[in-house]
């Protein structure tokens, strides 16, 4: 039996450049949550892909948020489906790589 | 793709540069500008966002007696009596003695305990305590709450605290044994940066994220244990990981903290129970009928010697009931939290749940001294970073509580010693550091999946129980993952750049990884939360602290006699 698959659309760039949208293919399991997808993605196809995210499963951090199929929502918080899902950043925070946004407070930067 | 990073490298000053902003950084800063100091707050994560205290599902032990009449020696001494025999009493004296002033400060500061309609803040009795000890903000919140509560007082002082997150401190700086600040590399650009401090305080917590399974955030790899160590720092009980026995494992939840059962057990028993349906804990000398008294370590061998025994459940763990208690009691106890628990398909009027030991604290650290100065001249630590306090196994409740009286305490030393410092910085103690941190190396698609495999490793090997032969092959090959990941970051310096980053990471867990299958190596007996196989009973001589240090690239071990406390007359 084929083990079905989750197929993450993940929207990559570098500040300054047109986003280009990568595949990536995950085996499904129920429960999973996009986060554990791109964990998996970044263990087993490219550890250069940007997500940023602390507590990992707990909705403690509230790092971890960005979209999914247009949706404003937590990766962790977010469950993977078997089908194709579409992971941009956020689209009103400053891009800083992939998935990962400027979200901390301006007071907490350096520089 | 763009060119490197061509920014020149960014060099702070402080008075004091705290190095990770969780429960004993937040305080330790507050405490220090408390005192007219200047204070750097840097985290790699967001500030007070990451590391373990904002994961901290309920307990907090501490002494108020606003249950049952309680003393601080009665918590002082269930804390000694955890730490089997290795707990360094000036440090647990520290802990237990200033925890009710810690929690009044928290309560002034709104945090929110839960309290009795009569106004009395509630406590509950956890595992190894003699009575109802633990304050706690529900549900499941003391950890968000306490981060909340330090975040809002670390904005009253912005005159003075100067707050850094995504940065993220590689090396410390040294000359003559003393520090004189830190190097490190900004996330948000990969910019070196650098930071002279009169004083230096180390907050990074423990070490969880060496193990596949865990219930720590992201930034917990140990990061401060290792720049202590090159530093020229000592660490001490390096053995003993704290594996905490029923975080959750099966069905798959999201959105929940795997150690959440731990407060459903304190307000509701509930039942641990085998394949067999038997409760088990009564087979290793454990009381089944009293409640949730059993502690960690002891209900951690449990349940893995029932694995063991081919009487585990489906995923590999012990089933936990709460099957026998009503609804409308659950619902008292945890009202929205059963709601979430419906969202993720669990009914525990209807099913039992999975659990299984999981990484949780690291009870060895750095040494320090009672006034929290390390081997190193300027350089403190505070909270999970530092070794002693626990011994051989932490007591439910006392790591926010050591959090914040500890972050109390170092702040103040840090204060008082900075006041008599100027700030000297060095760039050629510097150069080594910051040269790293700006190198440009081959890129590679092997580092994440390195962290996995280093992760596998640690819980296969030097996880809950251990042996020799185990443990020299996980020395092994730690040692030929260091020579893969060589002295070079990856690629060059960028945003964001995870395999960069996870290098670092692997550099600094390659090192505490090898420390604590060192020390686990050497202690040839069984106690607490190190259980060797080959070693299985507890040895009287063994009554004695492992100390490391590290010299050129070679590891030294030394065992040291357990500190005495002697009370002023």
């Known amino acids: ?111 | 793709m763009p060119s490197p990073t061509e920014t020149a490298p960014l060099h702070l000053q402080t008075d004091i540069l705290v190095i990770g902003a969780g429960g004993a950084g937040m305080m330790a800063a507050l405490a220090a500008a408390g005192q007219g100091a200047r204070v750097l707050l840097v985290d790699r994560a967001l500030i007070g966002r990451g590391g373990a205290t904002v994961m901290a599902q309920m307990t907090v032990a501490v002494a108020l007696g606003s249950e049952l009449p309680d003393s601080i020696a009665a918590h002082f001494n269930d804390t000694i009596a955890a730490g089997r025999g290795l707990c360094d009493p000036r440090l647990a004296d520290i802990v237990t003695r200033d925890g009710p002033a810690a929690i009044e400060q928290l309560d002034a500061w709104h945090v929110g305990w839960a309290r009795h309609p009569d106004g009395r803040i509630r406590q509950a009795h956890a595992p190894g305590h003699d009575k109802a000890r633990c304050v706690y903000v529900d549900f499941l919140n003391t950890g968000p709450a306490v981060s909340k509560t330090l975040r809002a007082q670390l904005q009253r002082h912005e005159n003075l605290i100067t707050r850094a997150g995504d940065l993220m401190i590689t090396d410390l700086v040294t000359a003559d044994n003393a520090a004189l600040g830190a190097v490190g590399f900004a996330l948000s650009d990969g910019r070196p940066v650098s930071i002279a401090a009169k004083a230096t305080i180390i907050a990074t917590g423990g070490l969880t994220r060496l193990y596949r399974r865990n219930s720590a955030s992201l930034n917990m790899s140990g990061d401060g244990y290792a720049l202590a160590l090159r530093a020229g720092a000592k660490l001490i009980d390096m053995e003993f990981v704290q594996f905490f026995p029923i975080g959750h494992l099966a069905p798959r939840m999201i959105g929940m903290d795997p150690i959440m059962w731990d407060p459903f057990r304190y307000k509701l028993g509930g039942r641990l129970l085998n394949s067999e349906g038997r409760a088990f804990l009564a087979d290793y000398g454990e009381s089944a009928d009293a409640g949730y008294v059993t502690t960690r370590d002891q209900a951690t061998f449990a349940i893995l010697k029932e694995v063991e025994a081919g009487r585990g459940s489906p995923a590999g763990g012990a089933w936990l009931s709460f099957r026998h208690i009503p609804e409308e009691e659950l619902r008292a106890a945890f009202g929205p939290v059963i709601e979430r628990l419906a969202a993720n398909g669990i009914d525990l009027t209807q099913q039992d749940i999975e659990v299984a030991p999981i990484a949780h604290y690291h009870m060895g650290g750095i040494q320090v001294t009672p006034g929290l100065l390390t081997a190193v001249d300027d350089l403190f630590a505070a909270g999970e970073a530092i070794g002693g306090s626990n011994g051989a196994n932490r007591l439910s409740g006392n790591a926010i509580t050591e959090a914040l009286v500890f972050g109390e305490h170092t702040g103040r030393a840090a204060a008082a010693r900075a006041a008599t410092r100027q700030v000297r910085w060095s760039d050629a103690a510097a150069a080594a550091a910051l040269a790293r941190v700006a190198a440009t190396g081959p890129a590679r698609a092997d580092i994440a999946a390195l962290v996995v495999e280093l992760q596998a490793l640690m819980a296969d090997k030097v996880g809950p129980f251990r042996n020799e032969a185990g443990l020299r092959e996980a020395l092994a090959r730690i040692g030929t993952m260091r020579e893969q990941i060589g002295d070079t970051p990856p690629g060059q310096p960028g945003p964001y750049d995870m395999a960069r980053i996870d290098w670092f990471d692997l550099r600094t867990m390659l090192l505490v990884a090898q420390t604590v299958a060192s020390a686990a190596l050497s202690r040839t007996e069984s106690r607490g939360a190190h259980q060797r196989e080959d070693f299985p009973a507890m040895d009287q001589d063994w009554t004695v602290n492992q100390v490391i240090s590290l010299h050129g690239d070679e590891l030294e071990i030394v065992t040291a006699p357990v500190p005495v406390l002697e009370r002023a007359a």
């Open chain 1, 1 to 111: 039996m084929t083990r079905p698959v989750a197929i993450l659309l993940i929207e990559r760039a570098l500040p300054g450049q047109t986003p280009r949208t990568e595949r990536f293919e995950v085996p499904f399991d129920p429960g999973q949550s996009v986060l554990d997808g791109v964990r998996l993605i970044r263990a087993t196809a490219d550890p250069g892909l940007a997500i940023r995210y602390s507590c990992i499963n707990a909705n403690a951090c509230k790092e971890c948020m960005l979209r999914v199929d247009g949706k404003v929502v937590y990766a962790c918080m977010r469950r993977l489906e078997p089908r194709e899902m579409r992971v941009q950043p956020l689209a009103n925070k400053a891009l800083i790589r992939d998935l990962v946004t400027e979200i901390a407070p301006p007071d907490e930067r350096i520089g």
